[in-house]
């Protein structure tokens, strides 16, 4: 009876092994093929140069903080290639001083087209239109204390979208 509950713990053992469970954000079923990658510059059409500026830079140090990759400058020494175009920038307000009726904070939305392929085989690895992005900064009321919280802002969002990227791509897999 001892070795029947022995072999039965074992066999459900290894069943729950097997059972495909991963951690969300973990998954890596890239082709073992892809071992590099390279992000260049991004496209730009809106008037946010900083913004198109970071998002590459932070993609990067996302994907080496988070995964086993390396990235590299030159695309052509490149297992894969991830592209993007800043398609949108719009920041609204969010809320108003009753008094004056000015701003106190806004919303920056920021909306990206990516794209990593395979560099040999050109196989589109991953590919996302349309993703959007937002991020809340405060606006000071007194001109004496006033400091443009837009460019901060910025830098977070765009740390923001590379977690969400390197997230996408690796859950996508």
């Known amino acids: 009876m001892t070795r029947l ?13 097997g059972c ?12 073992s093929t892809v071992k590099t990658i ?3 510059a991004f496209s730009n059409v809106t ?15 996302e994907f080496e903080s988070r995964t086993r990759y ?8 490149a297992d894969a290639v991830l592209t993007g175009t800043l398609a949108s920038f719009s920041a609204y307000p969010t809320v108003s001083d009753p008094v004056s009726g000015r701003a106190t904070a ?4 920021v909306n990206l087209r990516l794209t990593l392929k395979d560099r040999r085989t050109d196989k589109v690895l991953y590919t996302q239109n349309g993703v959007e992005f937002r991020q809340r900064y405060e606006i000071a009321l007194d001109p004496q204390q006033y400091f443009d919280e837009s460019g ?17 791509i690796l859950e996508n897999f």
């Open 47 to 61: 008037t946010r140069y900083k913004l198109a500026r970071l998002l590459p830079q932070d993609i990067g140090r």
């Open 5 to 17: 509950c022995a072999v039965e713990i074992a066999l459900a053992a290894c069943f729950a092994a």
């Open 38 to 40: 390279a992000i260049p």
């Open 70 to 77: 390396r990235i590299v400058a030159d695309p052509n020494q």
């Open 106 to 109: 806004a919303e920056a939305v």
């Open 152 to 168: 901060p802002a910025m830098e977070r969002i765009s740390k923001d979208v590379a977690h969400g990227v390197v997230s996408g």
């Open 20 to 31: 495909g469970y991963q951690i969300g954000g973990h998954g890596d079923l890239m082709p």
